[in-house]
């Protein structure tokens, strides 16, 4: 063995997993070198989940990045020889209805993202795999393209460190747990091993089940927690013995019973002659903080195999049998069959990315075998390039508040998540039960008087609606279509789309506590914020205005979008609940990288936000404010910012609309906020529920949001939102958007569709929801631009005031017409749509108080 090294570039911590492998075999792809990697346990792994997992791949999600790792990770895995693409089945049973609806919208998602599921009947189900009890389900979903690491993703591991030792690149030491991370000024310096301490520039986690420890090293917590996962063994099963396969039929997935099941091939090859059967808890989920999980010496089997009594399981266990009628036949493998650690995390979500609290500190923890090699290659791309080419806000550490990484909080909602591994089918406006009322505006009590309709957003209760509106409902009865079908409706209340409507008769008040506020001072915040953003922010002309703009990336993409306040002494960013975290802690990190002299300070508990919007918007404020002809249109142009007077409380007020209908965001201190809310009541204003902020109004008005229709993937000329000329000043990315403005025209553009016919085949109208896939209708394929990317809704809601249903899509050039004729696919029935609008383009005008059809 090599003597063991006190310098490296770079230190794996975790080495021996299918993660830590695959982020070593990617940097040195990348052109790394002088790397160490060190493993508490052997190399590979004889410890961790990588050594214990089923090893099986399905292409199942229902987003574009998880998707494209585990297809990644497939054709990495069989690119190594090192992959049985055996396919795989995923059942409904009869009389649930509720699945099979899941397994039609898999395959939307799958024609939205580029996999390649399809529906079969139960009987082709049967043909495929022989076990089942045709008569026990209504249909399947097919997917080709799953199957199994073989022999083991811990042989995979072992041999990407074998390359990666052979390279020179790499040197490796098993059983050499790091004991301390030590840093200097924020930065990461070395990790102190039971070997001797090794400085390094870097050092990536990719401890798995012990990734918290090693996070709690750098005073930090990450938001996984490990839980049970009973995996058992029946057999002998001999139907593929001399054959030498590792795996003779398709994997079998039964997620209405929370369970799946695959043979384990000829009783010579690794797992020999069984049938696996793997269960995940769907009730009282079993979980266990790293600090608990036993050494290697005091497990039975290993520290994350913990021991399954089989009465535990023995429920789904009956219903499995009633499916596969062979588990009754064979016999229980008590001594194979184990509890299993896996990593839950808050959102279903991977810890990927650099530290909050330490630079140079990378994690990449919470990632199964079906996405190993695929979170590799984007960890890797991101330390390499400092961005990757899909988005991966959804991964990103720095996505999170603080108060996300409590140990209680992750306890809770990682309980919730794991109980949901399986089954039932996750709404997209599924609202979590644990961890709530974290957040709450001053006048939450009044929403609750009103009846309000809570969902959570950055730990803020929102009303999207409130109970004491519900008799416009009447009013507006012809305009707001009932909602037959249960999944369109569920999380959704009729009553927003009155308010709306009543709100364009009038005016309204919509919270907006959840807004994410940092503000930036110092001598540099100008030229920090000038560099930043694509818009022109310096200038005195610009003091006391607010500035809608954008953060591009490198590649001149579109990284984030806000409002900046510009104030005498500093700048306020304004942002959305979920982007704001990160975008927080990357301007810090600008800052410290380009030397500027800032403080950048998160604000947002310490102020509060109203919208008033409305025809009636100006007359009603008026009412309530000190000097009444100060909100006069000459005296408050469009986006300025000016301080006035309610209820005896200061409040900055900004002339802007997110909803397309003339007034303001009133920004005041948190404590004040009760006082300017009761205000605005007292003069007659309705309180209207935030989901005409934030869906139905915003798309009739064409208006785009982070993290949805703006991605890193796409620039601002695609979504329509460059400004007339370039800035003089430099910003980061100009010169590709630049390049970008250069263009005879764009790939693609961000164009608004309606529903043309929304009636499915039952004769009932529906409202879809969700990422669907936008498709010619002459051929059934989805769109795919000239760089590979498809298209898909990046939102949709039904606009009342038009009466439709609208959605925002990129689409390829070639497709970029008004009035072109295309499809969308929800719960794989086809839909026809037309596009309405390139670029932005509002489908409603207040202004003329009509909408444009």
């Known amino acids: 063995m090599a003597a063991f090294p006190d310098r490296a570039k770079v230190v794996i911590v975790g080495l021996g997993g299918i993660v830590g492998a695959s982020v070593v075999h990617h940097l040195i792809e990348n052109g790394w070198d002088d790397i160490v990697g060190i493993d508490k346990s052997g190399i590979p792994t004889d410890i961790g989940s990588t050594a214990h997992a089923s090893d099986f791949c399905f292409a199942t999600s229902h987003d574009l990045l998880s998707c494209w790792t ?150 930090e917590d990450l938001p996984v927690m490990p839980v049970d996962h009973p995996l058992t063994f029946f057999g002998p099963y001999n139907e593929f013995a001399n054959t030498g396969v590792e795996i003779g039929m398709p994997l079998l997935r039964d997620q209405g019973n929370s369970a799946y099941m695959r043979d384990t091939g000829d009783p010579k090859s690794t797992e020999g002659g069984q049938i696996e059967w793997g269960y995940y808890y769907e009730e009282n989920p079993r979980l266990v903080h790293p600090r608990e999980i036993l050494e290697k010496h005091q497990a039975r089997l290993s520290p994350s195999q913990r021991d ?120 997209p406006r599924e609202p979590f039960g644990n961890a709530r009322n974290i957040r709450r505006s001053p006048f ?61 008769t009038d005016c309204g008040i919509i919270n907006l506590s959840h807004f994410h506020m940092t503000d930036i001072a110092g001598p540099d915040h100008v030229a920090l914020m000038e560099w ?31 409002t900046v306040f510009r104030m005498e002494d500093r700048c306020r960013m304004v942002n959305g609940a979920d982007a704001g975290p990160r975008d927080h802690i990357y301007m810090k990190r600008i800052a ?10 998160d604000v947002t508990e310490h102020f509060t936000t109203i919208g008033i919007w409305g025809p009636n918007a100006r007359v009603n404020l008026q009412k309530v404010v000190e000097d009444a002809d100060a909100l006069s249109l000459e005296n408050f142009p469009f986006a300025a910012i000016r301080e006035i007077i309610i209820a005896g409380k200061s409040v900055t007020a900004f002339r802007i609309s997110y909803v397309g209908e003339q007034g303001w965001e009133l920004h005041m201190r948190y404590e004040d906020g009760l006082a300017v809310w009761d205000a605005l009541r007292a003069a007659g204003v309705m309180a209207v529920g935030v989901e005409t902020y934030a869906n139905s109004r915003r798309l009739e008005k064409s208006l785009r949001l982070q993290n949805a229709d703006l991605i890193t993937q796409y620039n601002l000329y695609e979504a ?134």
């Open 70 to 219: 585990t297809m990644y990770s497939i054709d990495f895995y069989e690119k190594m020889g090192h992959y049985a693409r055996i396919g795989g089945i995923e059942v409904a049973r009869i009389g649930d209805d509720e699945r099979m609806a899941e397994l039609k919208r898999r395959v939307d998602s799958g024609k939205a993202f580029g996999t390649n599921v399809k529906i079969i009947s139960a009987a082709e189900a049967k043909e495929k795999f022989p076990l089942l009890e045709e008569d026990q389900i209504q249909g399947a979903m097919w997917d080709p393209d799953a199957g199994l690491v073989t022999p083991r993703s811990q042989t995979v591991a072992g041999k990407l460190v074998d390359q990666a030792i052979a390279s020179g690149k790499l040197t490796a030491f098993g059983n050499t747990s790091a004991l301390e991370l030590i840093s200097e000024n924020g930065r990461i310096t070395a990790v102190r091993t039971e070997r001797g301490t090794i400085h390094a520039d870097y050092v990536v986690v990719c401890a798995g089940l012990w990734g918290r420890l090693i996070a709690e090293m750098a005073g």
């Open 308 to 427: 399954l009594e089989l009465e535990d399981v023995i429920e789904p266990l009956e219903r499995a049998m009633e499916l596969t009628p062979i588990l009754t036949e064979l016999g229980f493998n008590e001594s194979h069959s184990f509890n299993g650690l896996l990593q839950a995390s808050v959102d279903g979500g991977p810890s990927m990315g650099e530290s909050r609290k330490l630079r140079g500190l990378w994690y990449a923890v919470g990632i199964w075998i079906k996405d190993g090699p695929g979170m590799g290659k984007l960890l890797a791309d991101w330390m390499t390039e400092g961005r990757t080419h899909i988005d991966h806000h959804a991964i990103d550490f720095t996505r999170f508040n603080e108060f996300q990484l409590n140990e209680q909080y992750i306890y809770d909602r990682c309980w919730e998540t794991a109980k949901k591994i399986y089954n039932p089918p996750v709404h």
């Open 444 to 504: 939450y009590d009044r929403e609750v008087e009103l009846g309000g309709y809570f969902m959570e957003l950055g730990g803020w209760e929102r009303a999207h609606g409130y109970a004491a509106n519900e008799h416009l409902l009447e009013k507006y009865a012809s305009q707001v279509p009932v909602r037959e079908n249960e999944w369109d409706t569920r999380h959704f209340w009729r009553v927003s789309n009155a308010e709306q409507l009543e709100m364009s």
């Open 532 to 562: 930043l953003c694509a818009a022109k922010i310096d200038g005195d002309g610009n003091i006391g205005k607010g500035i809608y703009t954008h953060m591009l990336d490198d590649d001149g993409n579109v990284r984030a979008d806000f």
């Open 592 to 601: 410290e990288d380009k030397g500027f002299d800032v403080t950048i300070t």
């Open 720 to 853: 329509n939102l460059a400004r007339p000329k370039v800035k003089e000043a430099d910003f980061r990315g100009k010169a590709k958007h630049v390049e970008y403005r250069a263009r005879d025209h764009q790939p693609a553009m961000l164009c608004t569709l309606v529903m043309t016919d929304n009636i499915d085949g039952h004769g009932v109208a529906r409202y879809p929801l969700g990422s669907l896939p936008v498709m010619d209708p002459k051929t059934g394929e989805t769109l795919i631009d000239s760089l590979g990317r498809r298209s898909y809704t990046t939102s949709i809601a039904f606009g009342p005031s038009i009466g439709k249903n609208i959605a925002l899509a990129y689409l390829p050039h070639a497709y970029c017409q008004e009035g072109r004729k295309l499809t969308i696919s929800y719960f794989d029935e086809i839909y026809p749509v037309e596009v309405v609008g390139i670029g932005y383009k509002p489908l409603y005008d207040p202004e003329n108080l009509k909408p444009r059809s």
